[in-house]
């Protein structure tokens, strides 16, 4: 029953400094998504998946990247970090067939970038 | 336009009482609306969820209460307990990916 799992939990990054936050997903499910939380903002959605091989941009994606090569992989890249970019990350999913908007969060990974 | 609006950001309730959490959307396009749960250091889940073409719907304690007309909605905390205590998020969504469109949460405090 593992769900959504995010790695890292927590990270430090400089700024100028690049990396990947990994999200897998053992559901089966087709759409995948990415949000940030930032405190008294709610959450924003950076990009979403409907499938393997097809990823499209939400309300706030620059400074991020996506790829889905996968059911199961929804890598977030962030390239060049800066300090706007520390937040709380949340990946989720949901299967294709449901009519219903329930999505299935992960855990978050937390990003400081100093 | 995307946004929801939610209020109040924070509130204090004395166990027993009840919450009300509201919400307000711009647009119509909109066809459910969830509200998210989320304990510190968790991911938000799934509370309970509602479409327009209902006015109210009730699991347990909790109930959302719709209002099509005026684009508001509002969650029900009845019997409120410490074990409620967490923030709490509206949303709404639409179209075949299901982007939610989140509130800016609230966070609950239940007093013992």
């Known amino acids: 029953n593992a769900g959504v799992t995010q790695t890292p939990k927590f990270r430090i990054l400089k700024i100028g400094q690049s990396m990947t936050l990994q999200c897998t997903q053992d559901m089966n499910h087709n759409y995948m998504y990415w949000y940030r939380q930032d405190p008294g903002m709610g959450l924003k959605l950076i990009y979403y998946s409907v499938g393997a091989g097809i990823t499209d941009k939400g309300e706030v994606p620059n400074g991020y990247n996506v790829s889905r090569s996968t059911t199961e992989d929804f890598p977030l890249r962030l390239e060049l970090a800066a300090p706007s970019q520390t937040s709380v990350y949340f990946c989720?999913?949901?299967?294709?067939?449901?009519?219903?908007?329930?999505?299935?969060f992960g855990e978050g990974s937390r990003l400081t970038v100093l | 336009q995307q946004q929801v609006k939610q209020s109040p950001q924070s509130l204090i309730v004395q166990k027993g009482g009840i919450s009300i959490i509201n919400c307000a959307y711009e647009?119509?396009?909109?066809?459910?609306f969830p509200w998210y749960q989320q304990f510190p250091g968790k991911g938000p889940a799934l509370l309970i969820a509602i479409r327009p073409d209902v006015s109210e719907k009730k699991e347990g304690r909790f109930t959302i209460s719709f209002n099509k007309s005026a684009k508001q909605f509002s969650l029900h905390i009845m019997d409120s307990q410490p074990g409620d205590s967490a923030t709490y998020f509206c949303a709404a969504s639409r179209g075949s990916a299901r982007q939610l469109t989140f509130g800016s949460g609230t966070q609950l405090t239940v007093l013992p």
């Open positions: 647009n119509t396009a909109f066809d459910y």
């Open positions: 989720a999913s949901r299967p294709g067939t449901a009519n219903t908007g329930e999505l299935f």
